[in-house]
């Protein structure tokens, strides 16, 4: 039997929701990191949405955030013009790190030695987190704020995406540029995807997927819509995207084709993370939403009904499900 | 029980007839969901220190310490208890005196403090006097404060 969708909503925060991260797969599970205007960002058990805690401390609109591959540290970009350090066990500030500007992007090394932070002021920072109270690395060449900076290929490169409507790739040691992309209009959202070596972008309608070495063009797709934020799935089957129409959209990576697509945020979404077994999309609404990569399967929350337990006179059986999801 | 007879045709397609006919193996039912997830409990900032998580990771998230000598690690455990208990009868003399706040924006305010909520973030305070007139109960978000000041000798009951 065909099941329809059941998104779960994380409620909690009051403002946009700008920015979503997963962390590793850890003993304890894994994680996820959200980051709003509302300056607050929380952390959530990635398979159920359950709240853990919220790191206080940011006084302006937090506008990336992430967590190490452990989840034992946090890492947040804010418009106070600090990127912070947390512990994401305690949810205690470990350090606070300040700039010139208001930070737009955080993101750790793979052993969470290093942070790499860029903004508003244009200058890519590199903290070594193991001695915070050295001057950082800087990296200049962007003429424009710096939207996101990932670390790529092993740590040894990294990627950045500015309002200057470039990409650009650096070689870490040497802190030059090593390749540049050109758009003709500002790139909505830059994913890494490691395995594979796979660089997805957005920008207007398109969704594009690059080699991540060499930054050749593999595929581009457009979507309905403006998109905010593209993000695929790790095991490249699918990608998920988030639009100004307010809906989600799942594409098959290989074919292109648009196989889902849901109505369920009552604004922009903003950001979309798939992980394996689920993906969640912020949105101007305020919420999180989780979403199943397979309908019907049972994980988390979400429970498997055999057909058998479905014919029933009493169709409260029927509609115990959320009925949030029409709200 | 009436049935309620309607049609439609839903975005996938589908026409939905009667109650009765929900079942007839056309209508893509929901998924069924356990429970909604947990949200924020209001009261606090969360970080259960009672999770399996927390009590495993914990001693070696201490973010000032080597964790590789475990008597070091002793040493600190103690003299954090020390400074946490010290602070905590700092707020308890602290009760019913008058306190002088410096906060952000320039701001200097005068009250006289009553309680803190479990996770200093909230300072209950009375006859708090503003530059609009002395309010006679409020909050003070600790966050917003850069440092406050009180006498232990003279006290204002």
Redesign the interface.
């Known amino acids: 039997m065909a099941m329809r969708q059941t998104p779960l909503t994380c409620s909690g925060h009051t403002r946009p929701v700008v920015d979503l991260a997963f962390s590793g797969i850890t003993p304890y599970g894994y994680f996820l990191i959200s980051a709003c205007k509302d300056g607050k960002p929380m952390l959530r058990q990635g398979d159920t949405g359950d709240w853990i805690g919220t790191f206080l401390g940011h006084k302006g609109a937090v506008w990336g955030a992430t967590l190490n591959k452990e989840a034992t540290k946090a890492a947040t970009a804010a418009a106070d013009f600090t990127a912070k350090v947390w512990d994401a066990v305690t949810g205690d500030e470990i350090l606070s790190l300040a700039h010139k500007h208001i930070v737009k992007s955080v993101n750790f090394t793979q052993d969470s030695n290093y942070l790499l932070t860029g903004g508003h002021d244009k200058v890519l920072r590199i903290y070594d987190l193991g001695k915070p109270e050295a001057e950082p690395q800087e990296i200049s060449g962007h003429t424009s704020a710096i939207k996101k900076a990932l670390w790529c290929n092993n740590d040894k490169q990294i990627l950045s995406a500015a309002d200057d409507k470039t990409v650009c790739l650096w070689d870490r040691s040497s802190m030059e540029v090593v390749k540049t992309l050109p758009f003709d209009t500002s790139v909505s959202s830059m994913e890494y995807i490691p395995d594979g070596e796979v660089l997805v972008i957005s920008y207007g309608k398109t969704v594009a997927f690059y080699n991540a070495l060499s930054l050749e063009l593999i595929k581009t797709v457009d979507a309905p819509a403006s998109v905010y934020s593209a993000s695929l799935h790790p095991e490249k089957d699918f990608f998920v995207v988030g639009g100004d129409d307010f809906k989600l959209y799942k594409y098959d990576y290989n074919t292109k084709e648009e196989l889902e697509s849901y109505k369920g945020h009552f604004g922009p979404v903003h950001c979309v993370r798939p992980d394996g077994e689920l993906y969640a999309s912020g949105s101007e609404d305020g919420t999180l939403r989780l979403w199943q990569t397979a309908v019907g399967k049972t994980y988390g929350l979400w429970k498997c009904v055999l057909p058998e337990e479905l014919v029933s006179e009493n169709s409260d059986a029927l509609y115990s499900t959320v009925p949030e999801m029409k709200a | 029980m009436c049935s309620v007879v309607f049609s439609y045709v839903t975005r ?1 397609g589908y026409m939905i007839h009667n ?1 009765g006919n ?2 007839a ?1 056309v209508m ?14 209001g009261s606090s ?5 009672s ?4 009590q ?3 001693p070696s ?1 201490i ?1 000032a310490s080597d964790p590789v000598d475990c008597v070091d690690l002793k040493s600190e455990q103690r003299a954090r208890s020390v400074l946490r208990e010290r602070y905590l009868r700092s707020l308890i003399s602290m009760v019913k005196r008058d306190v002088k706040f410096t906060m ?1 924006e320039k701001v200097k305010v005068d009250a006289v403090f009553q309680a803190s909520d479990i996770d200093i ?1 909230n300072f209950q305070v009375a006859d708090l006097e503003t530059p609009l007139g002395v309010q006679k109960e409020a909050l003070i978000r600790c ?1 917003d404060v850069i440092s406050y000041s009180f006498e232990i000798d003279s006290s204002k009951m």
Not at chain 2, 51 to 54: E, G, I, K, N
Request: charged share 25%; with cysteine.
């Open positions: 996938y109650r929900l079942l193996a893509k039912t929901p998924v069924r969901v356990l429970r909604l997830p947990r949200g924020p409990d900032r969360g970080f259960d220190p999770s399996a998580r927390y495993a990771l914990c998230t973010s952000y973030l966050p």
